[in-house]
């Protein structure tokens, strides 16, 4: 069962209130049959801030994904546990298992209490142009006509999809998560940041792979408006372990911060 591109008018469709089916657009730029790490995220995300009983007021500070193995374009089944709950900070897992398949993805996120106007924020100032001052580009060229690739917008303050190193790019998405569903600010932060280690390639796509197993999101705030920020660089030694690291962003100045291990080897 599968949603095709031509009917897709989001990441995900909701068959039932645990069970969503993936449409082309979840499809990463590797492999036509596994997602990109972002829906699937997005998706945990999603499943833990709105699960039943989730108090209102409690806001994600912390997430962090395991990628146990490639999310295929099937249905997925979502499940919510609480680790902890107690008055103030709540720890809640969450799980991704597609139809007749093991688990492949796994969230633990720290929710925080919160009380509006109890205390004087501090303001970051914004360390990068914004995207009205940013230019948009293509992603890197894909060898399918849909996937995250047209289902994102991108503009780069600095570096490329194709140039290495350091790159600071806005993302947008251009459709939502689920059907029918208006676009969450938490949704746009874990779409997006799982772009990290992409943007910030130090290796040659066409010679070497480096796979994340896993995503941390840290959030001190949800981002306003409709772009996120990934200002990511990316660290490998000799061994073939790296880490991606991303300041995130919205147009207003900092939002919170992302990581992601690195496997890092010679294809082939």
Known sequence: MAVSVGDAEAFFEQVADDRFVPTAYTR???DQHSQHGGPPAALLGRAVQL???AREDMRLA??????????????????????REGR?????EASLTPDGGQE??????????????????TKGALAVPVPERSRPEPFFPVPWDAGYHTAMEARFAAGSFLARG??????????????????????????????GNGLSNVLDFASHVFINPDLTVHLH????????????????????????????????????????????????
């Open 166 to 195: 350091p790159a600071t790019c806005w993302l947008r998405m251009k459709v939502p998560l689920v059907t029918g569903e208006k676009i969450m600010p938490l949704d746009r932060v874990l779409v997006a940041a799982d772009s």
């Open 62 to 83: 912390r997430i962090t994904l395991e990628i146990l193995r490639p999310v295929p374009l099937r249905p997925l089944t979502v499940t919510t546990r609480i680790l």
């Open 88 to 92: 103030s900070v709540e720890l809640v």
């Open 221 to 268: 705030r949800h981002p306003a408006g409709e772009w996120v920020c990934v200002d990511a660089r990316t660290s490998i030694d000799a061994d073939g372990l790296g880490m991606a690291e991303a300041a995130l962003h919205d147009a207003q100045g900092p939002i919170g911060r992302s990581v992601q291990s690195l496997f890092v080897n010679a294809r082939g």
């Open 28 to 30: 990463g730029p590797w």
């Open 51 to 53: 699960r039943p009983g």
């Open 104 to 121: 492949v993805m796994r969230a633990r996120a720290l929710r925080i209490r919160t009380a509006p106007g109890s205390v004087s924020p």
